[in-house]
T-cell receptor, first 111, second 113 residues
């Protein structure tokens, strides 16, 4: 079993829909990251969370440390949101900036 | 402020050759981590350098090595390339490492033929 599990693996939505991507992890962490990867490879960091909730534009990320669960929400989705969304955690047992990744969620938003 | 720069962006090598990839972190960042991304294994941690010292190492064979220079630029080297080394290699820089945001480069896509 992977230390970081994401669901769903694939998600297709219509423009304007509210989207939720879930991430569960099995280890103690110091931080959780949500990342976005477009075709071509480059990764953009969307959020880094250690507690609570963060919002940036149409994106909202929440984390429940006790339940070891995080969600990424996209409100009023748009075709430009189509990308792979990756959840990554920084395990407490490791020093430094080592990240452990989920398998990613491929999001496609149709116009 | 310039982002994380990886060079080259694309590379084709033959089995048995060696390759060196470069990563220039954001100015002021002292931590550089390297990751390998393949369709089958996803993103996997290779190693992390902080102030010219390797701080963490992932489960990769000794053919994979790296170093960091005094200006925080980092290189990774893969010797005796195998077909399975074909992947996207990403580096990420952060200011201190733990609990600071990581910024990723565009990656180097390595194809081994």
């Amino acid at each position: 079993k992977n230390e970081v599990e994401q669901s769903p693996q694939n998600l297709t939505a219509q423009e304007g829909e509210f989207i939720t991507i879930n991430c569960s992890y099995s280890v103690g962490i110091s931080a959780l990251h949500w990342l976005q990867q477009h075709p071509g490879g480059g990764i953009v960091s969307l959020f880094m969370l250690s507690s609570g909730k963060k919002k940036h534009g149409r994106l909202i990320a929440t984390i429940n440390i006790q339940e070891k669960h995080s969600s990424l929400h996209i409100t009023a989705s748009h075709p430009r949101d189509s990308a792979v969304y990756i959840c990554a955690v920084r395990p407490l047992e490791t020093s430094g900036s080592r990240l452990t990744f989920g398998e990613g969620t491929q999001l496609t938003v149709n116009p | 402020k310039a982002g994380v720069t990886q060079t080259p962006r694309y590379l084709i090598k033959t089995r048995g050759q060696q390759v060196t990839l470069s990563c220039s972190p954001i100015s002021g960042h002292r931590s550089v981590s390297w990751y390998q991304q393949t369709p089958g294994q996803g993103l996997q941690f290779l190693f992390e350098y902080f102030s010219e010292t390797q701080r963490n190492k992932g489960n990769f064979p000794g053919r994979f090595s790296g170093r960091q220079f005094s200006n925080s630029r980092s290189e990774m080297n893969v010797s005796t390339l195998e077909l399975g080394d074909s992947a996207l290699y990403l580096c990420a820089s952060s200011f201190l490492g733990q609990n600071t945001e990581a910024f990723f480069g565009q990656g180097t896509r390595l194809t081994v033929v």
